[in-house]
């Protein structure tokens, strides 16, 4: 418990750090400033990697060899310090809109961490210590803003978290019904929380992700719990909308469920070679483009299938009537300049 809760004055004090970056002048890449991430191990890019392997320590990752059954859940990241055998969603996003995907851990904007839920904070017995939540993560965020300053309002914000609170309850064989109404309730609480308390310090550019369906994963297809799973993930998911109806178009919704349906039920149509086991270990015979990593967690190729929707979402393809007004705009602009050489 100790350790615990140094790391969680360690992580504190580095969202300092980040404040600075947030602030620093510089020109804008892309249509965003900023990738600013709340979310637990799909997101953490690198940030439980930080807290527990810092320089000049030796880094003790799951190796690609540890997974051997679809029942193997990765404690300790992979060598790249992330949950996946290369770049997760939130670093190929980043990449792709000229922004970071640091770790906040080393004074980036990514806050998420392996094994966060988006309330409870509670030990990690793989990792042995406790993954700050997800509205820890959003405190630490607001305590990063200069007194009196907004956040940044062209920054993207992305909140993503939920499905530890489903893995605990579906672990737990004293889980209820009524355990299970009541996590949903508390679930959408905590994330509209989050997006409110976004809102209040300026954020105009929100995605919040629904929870995955957890019916999918290769862990619960190996325990014969994929209908249940799927079950909670839906009750999830509701509780959620619900939560947000009337949030306004400055929140959008990203169908995580829908698209691990997707990749699951049709997987040529995604190039994906596998949709059903764990498929870190080579000698498991999965292809060359599974989805699955570990028992739960995407591969890489699976995270680049989720940052490319995730992509089309933040980043809609303008209307036909929007490329007419930049064509005419464009045609306007070359008038003028063939007139300026004309004189």
Known sequence: MKKSVSIRRWFSATSVLAGALFFAPGAQAGPFSDLIVFGDSISDSGNVAAFLFPPPLSFSATLNSDITNNFFIAGPPSAQGVYSNGPVWSQQVAAKLGVSALPSALGGSNFAVGGAETRQEIVDPAIGVASPSL????????????????????????????????????????????????????????????????????????????????????????????????????GFNLALAQGLAGEGPDVKIFDTFGAFDDFASDPAKYGLTNVADACGNDALGCGSNPLFWDGIHPSTFGHELLADRFLALAMPVPEPETYALMLAGLAMVGVAARRRKAA
Request: hydrophobic share 50%; charged share 10%.
């Open 135 to 234: 509205l820890s993560q959003a405190n630490f965020f607001f305590a990063s803003l200069p007194p009196g300053v907004s956040a940044p309002s062209q920054a993207l914000y992305v909140v993503q978290g939920g499905a530890n609170n489903i893995i605990r309850l579906l672990l737990d064989p004293s889980t209820t019904a009524t355990d299970i109404a009541n996590e949903a309730i508390a679930y959408a609480e905590d994330i509209v929380g989050i997006v409110d308390g976004l809102k209040s310090v300026g954020a105009q550019h929100i995605i919040v992700w629904n929870v995955p369906d957890a019916g999918v994963v290769p862990f619960a297809i190996a325990s014969g719990a994929s209908a249940a799973a799927t079950e909670v993930s839906f």
